[in-house]
């Protein structure tokens, strides 16, 4: 190593080509983040996203054997697609309430990823003005 | 009574804004009175903040559900404990909490260093004051505490959630980090704007930033507690926005404590520090905002929230204001000593630094990717665990090792030689332990691997650390083993308080290993009697009971716990439903076992009308060691924190040398 030049640089050199390498790395090993829909804008997807919207109609089923059905609709909007899901219900699950579940739409059914579901916090830091 | 509220606010606004206007003109006109009464301005601002937070809890406390705010989170029956604690649940009554630590915080920094770096306060007091204005001018305005209406019969009630003890002490301990980072930043920005280019701002400061860092890293081990026994989905961390924003000031004042070291030592990275104390106090802004400003469910929301755009207004003007300033002061900053060798004590900290900053980005651009990528491409990309655990593994195993190799460096310059005798006992000790925990099975998980080993270096490197300080000072000044030890600490309270905490690292990196890559779970439908196994625990479903509470309906359903033979007594697992607010809450069943550190987490998933229920249960092995952390975390930071006499004379002495008065 040359002692006439100033270390620090180096240092940067060296950091920028380790970020490089790691993004590279990352790119590779863990692929890329999950798009979120709502129902509406479901039609034609394959693969996995996050669907968003207000559970509406009945809820059915078990969620430990079976799955548990609802119907999903856009939070602003009419579109709705029915939805099957398996694996832990949160608390603030029920019809009305905003949520957010991974999966894919599979014959006109969205096919949730066990344990995936969560609800949209409703009202942990601002309660929603209903008015406005 | 809300009346008094609102006029407190307006004085406060009034009065942050003299501090703000009053004080930048003394201080560019060099008007010692004027700047006294500045100062002044902020010391009353506290006090009429503090009506304002008087007022705000009185309504909760007495159930005036005139006030909106209290009719949004409070109800009669809820506990008094948890009703003064709803006070800050809101949006309106954080920003009041915020403007009240504010004040406060200020207050006691202006009072206690006026005297001897009158300079710095001087231009300090208008910068506190300025980000004071700022949220008094929200409280007053925009999102005001002190809504009335008519009285409603009884209060909407506050999240079942948040009615846990836990939940009463993370939020304020979180502000009290946030708002404590102004204060370094308004030194800082304070010093720039005063041409000062010592280090008199971060001495200064220094246990300033330590009290904020500590009570950021201690609530945010607060709200894990309550999310792994309230939220109860097995874990502790979720890599949630809302979690985000607490951890990202976090560690950026974990670089700049360590950075700062290094100005204070050899004089150098100054342009550094002061962006990384511009960084981190943004951060927290940033955080205060990402949590209050609605722009995490969507940009649409983000949009139609009241206080989002101010919010967004103001950390753009903090930053661009701060750099404007930093640019133009970038002759005075230029360092007289540079990096010497890429192996030396200056240079380890360089890597922690680099690895912790590019840790704080990659979080940030996972908070921020959703948003942007709603913006741009109008449809939210989320990137979820595999991204966070990525980094977290990439950067996060490189800086439990520097850890260790730090602190033992020598400054300079030091050889490879000399470092590998160094760390000769270290190294062997991380090698013994990767290879007993390989033939024990851990090699399921090689990042667990790997941070175990890690940790023993680490562990083995504090250790001898504390051995040679003690066999050193046992033969300078004699006396017994212990009184050689308690002199050591006592004498280099920032070294050893340092190691401490780094003790609680390696602690808290051992639980979240042990809890995150080599936990089971089981879960199955249980009739009354049948028995379910998790690891090499039975547990046997043996009764359903329903009971009320305050507030409440419990239904618990009792599972008898055996491993091997050993009966160990039952566990309670099952939920509550809340009248006020008809919520229902699961409420998880843990035992803990204290000598191994490990727990058993029973979550009654599904309670079905045939009295048969759903269970899931977690063997989570060290996980105890977290929380033990914490406290580990806490006697390091208050070892580093406490007054010491020797040290304040050491830089009287230091300042005279340098002709800069410590006292004018």
């Known amino acids: 190593m040359a002692r006439k030049r100033n270390p620090a640089r180096l240092v940067i050199a060296l950091s920028v080509a380790a970020a490089l390498a790691i993004f590279l790395l990352y790119a590779s090993v863990a692929g890329g983040g999950t798009p979120s829909l709502a129902p509406s804008e479901l039609d034609g997807r394959t693969g996995r996203v996050a669907l968003a919207g207000k559970v509406v109609g009945r809820v059915t089923g078990d969620a430990h054997a079976g799955g548990l059905r609802f119907v999903l609709r856009d939070v602003k909007g009419t579109s709705t697609v029915p939805v099957v899901y398996e694996g832990s219900v949160p608390d603030l699950f029920r019809v009305g309430r905003d949520v957010h579940v991974e999966g894919s739409l599979r014959n006109g059914t969205f096919v949730a990823v066990p344990d995936t579901l969560v609800t949209k916090c409703p009202s942990k830091y601002a309660p929603e003005k209903n008015a406005s | 009574m809300p009346e008094l509220g609102r006029a407190a606010l307006v004085a406060t606004l009034g009065l942050t804004l003299w501090a703000l206007l009053a004080g930048a003109f003394a201080a560019r006109t060099r008007r010692r009175r004027l700047a006294l009464s500045a100062q002044n301005a902020l010391l009353t601002a506290f006090g009429t903040t503090a009506v304002a937070a008087g007022v705000l809890v009185a309504a909760f406390v007495r159930d005036d559900f005139s006030f909106v705010t209290a009719a949004n989170a409070s109800s009669r029956d809820l506990p008094l404990r948890y009703a003064i604690s709803a006070g800050w649940s809101s949006q309106a009554g954080s920003l009041l909490l915020w403007l009240l630590v504010l004040t406060g915080f200020s207050s006691a920094a202006v009072l206690l260093n006026r005297r001897t770096a009158r300079d710095i306060v001087a231009w300090a007091t208008p910068v506190l004051g300025g980000v004071g204005v700022f949220f008094a001018f929200l409280l007053v305005a925009v999102a005001s505490p002190f809504e009335t209406q008519a009285m409603p019969l009884d209060g909407r009630g506050l999240n079942p959630s948040l009615q846990n003890p836990y939940m009463m002490a993370h939020p304020p301990l979180l502000y009290l980090g946030f708002v404590g980072l102004t204060v370094p930043f308004a030194f800082a920005i304070g010093s720039l704007l005063a041409r000062r280019t010592d280090e008199r701002w971060i001495v200064t400061t220094r246990r300033w930033t330590l009290?904020?860092?500590?009570?950021?890293?201690?609530?945010?081990?607060?709200?894990?507690?309550?999310?792994?026994?309230?939220?109860?989905?097995?874990?502790?961390?979720?890599?949630?926005?809302?979690?985000?924003?607490?951890?990202?000031?976090?560690?950026?004042?974990?670089?700049?404590?360590?950075?700062?070291?290094?100005?204070?030592?050899?004089?150098?990275?100054?342009?550094?520090?002061?962006?990384?104390?511009?960084?981190?106090?943004?951060?927290?802004?940033?955080?205060?905002?990402?949590?209050?400003?609605?722009?995490?469910?969507?940009?649409?929301?983000?949009?139609?929230?009241?206080?989002?755009?101010?919010?967004?207004?103001?950390?753009?003007?903090?930053?661009?204001?701060?750099?404007?300033?930093?640019?133009?002061?970038?002759?005075?900053?230029?360092?007289?000593?540079?990096?010497?060798?890429?192996?030396?004590?200056?240079?380890?900290?360089?890597?922690?630094?680099?690895?912790?900053?590019?840790?704080?980005?990659?979080?940030?651009?996972?908070?921020?990717?959703?948003?942007l990528t709603e913006a741009v491409r109008g449809e939210a990309v989320t990137l979820g665990r595999p991204y966070y655990d990525f980094f977290l593994r990439i950067f996060g195993l490189p800086l439990l090792l520097l850890m260790g190799i730090g602190p033992l460096v020598a400054w300079r310059r030091a050889s490879v030689r000399s470092l590998l005798l160094t760390f000769a006992w270290p190294l062997g000790a991380a090698v013994g332990v990767g290879l007993i925990l390989l033939a024990l099975g851990a090699g399921s998980s090689i990042p667990g691997l790997i941070a175990y080993s890690f940790s023993a270096f680490v562990l083995g490197t504090i250790a001898l650390e504390f051995v040679r300080g003690t066999r050193a000072r046992r033969s300078l000044a004699g006396g017994s083993w212990p009184r050689a030890f308690s002199d050591l600490v006592a004498r280099n309270r920032r070294r050893y308080g340092g190691y401490v905490v780094h003790a609680a690292i390696v602690l808290l990196a051992i639980g979240v290993a042990g809890s995150s890559a080599y936990d089971t779970v089981s879960e199955g439908r249980l009739a009354r009697g049948q028995t379910l196994a998790a690891g090499d625990y039975r547990l046997t479903y043996r009764a359903l009971e329903e009971r009320p509470a305050a507030n409440a309906t419990e239904v618990r359903a009792v599972l008898d716990v055996r491993r091997g033979a050993d009966e160990l007594g039952s566990v309670e697992a099952g939920k509550n439903a809340y009248t006020a607010e008809r919520q229902v809450s699961n409420e998880v069943g843990i035992r803990s076992d204290l000598v191994t550190g490990e727990d058993l987490f029973v979550i009654a998933e599904q309670v079905n009308p045939d009295g048969s229920v759903y269970f899931r249960v977690f063997v989570k092995p060290l996980v105890n060691l977290i929380w033990l952390a914490g406290l580990v975390f806490l006697l390091g930071s208050l070892i580093a924190l406490w007054p010491d006499a020797r040290e304040q004379r050491r830089l009287a002495t230091r300042y005279a040398a340098a002709g800069i008065p410590a006292r004018r």
């Not at chain 2, 995490?296 to 989002?308: E, K, V």
């Open chain 2, 211 to 371: 009290v904020a860092w500590t009570a950021l890293g201690i609530g945010q081990l607060v709200g894990a507690k309550w999310a792994y026994e309230e939220v109860g989905w097995g874990g502790y961390f979720a890599w949630d926005p809302v979690e985000n924003a607490a951890l990202m000031p976090w560690l950026a004042a974990t670089a700049y404590l360590h950075s700062v070291m290094i100005q204070e030592k050899r004089a150098m990275l100054k342009i550094w520090n002061v962006l990384l104390v511009i960084f981190a106090f943004s951060l927290s802004l940033f955080g205060t905002f990402l949590t209050r400003s609605g722009i995490l469910s969507s940009i649409h929301s983000f949009t139609q929230s009241s206080i989002g755009p101010w919010f967004l207004g103001f950390i753009c003007l903090v930053v661009l204001g701060s750099l404007a300033l930093v640019f133009a002061r970038l002759p005075l900053l230029r360092a007289r000593t540079k990096l010497e060798s890429l192996v030396s004590r200056e240079a380890t900290f360089l890597y922690n630094n680099l690895l912790l900053v590019a840790l704080t980005l990659t979080i940030l651009w996972g908070v921020a990717y959703p948003i």
